[in-house]
């Protein structure tokens, strides 16, 4: 688990980066473009959904930094959710590279290395969310 100083830095620059409405945006069009099996996952549903989804993880694993047991089952819910989706584990890599280059993008310039601490602080939620998978999941279509 990250420093209460670290997370106390990731929590500044959420509330920065989140104040201006292009960062998920931004962010979306980082992650969709990312990959292939992104966009897959995604061609089925409405961009306003794609972006409400996003939020709603980033939200998740914002609230799981605490380590708090309601937190943690959020996110190994949100887990399962995507092992019905077959989301494959490295797509979360993706997820996060996206994020920090967008919170780079929006707060790097003010505060350097603050991608650093996003990836610290968000990765053990993101951990537990790849260990959901299961490579017998069936596959579920949003739309």
Same mark, same amino acid.
């Given at each position: ?11 500044? %620059? ?20 990312? %990959?292939?099996?992104?966009?897959? @996952? ?16 980033? @939200? ?12 943690? +089952? ?6 399962? %959710?995507? /092992? ?12 996060? /590279? ?17 991608? +650093? ?25 949003? %739309?």
């Amino acid at each position: 688990m990250a420093s209460p100083e670290k997370i106390k830095a990731f929590q500044s %620059s959420y509330s920065r980066c989140t104040l201006d409405p292009e960062f998920i945006q931004t962010f979306y069009k980082l992650f969709v473009t990312l %990959s292939d099996q992104v966009q897959q @996952y995604f061609a089925h549903i409405p961009p306003g959904r794609q972006i409400k989804m996003l939020e709603y993880a980033l @939200y998740l694993q914002m609230l799981a930094i605490d380590d708090s047991p309601d937190a943690r +089952e959020c996110l190994l819910g949100l887990g399962d %959710s995507h /092992n019905s989706l077959t989301i494959k584990p490295h797509l979360y890599d993706h997820w996060l /590279n996206s994020l920090v280059r967008a919170v780079e993008y929006y707060d790097g310039k003010l505060h350097p290395g603050i991608g +650093e601490i996003w990836r610290e602080v968000l990765g053990p939620g993101l951990e537990l969310m790849k260990k959901r998978y299961t490579k017998d999941a069936k596959l579920t279509v949003i %739309s």
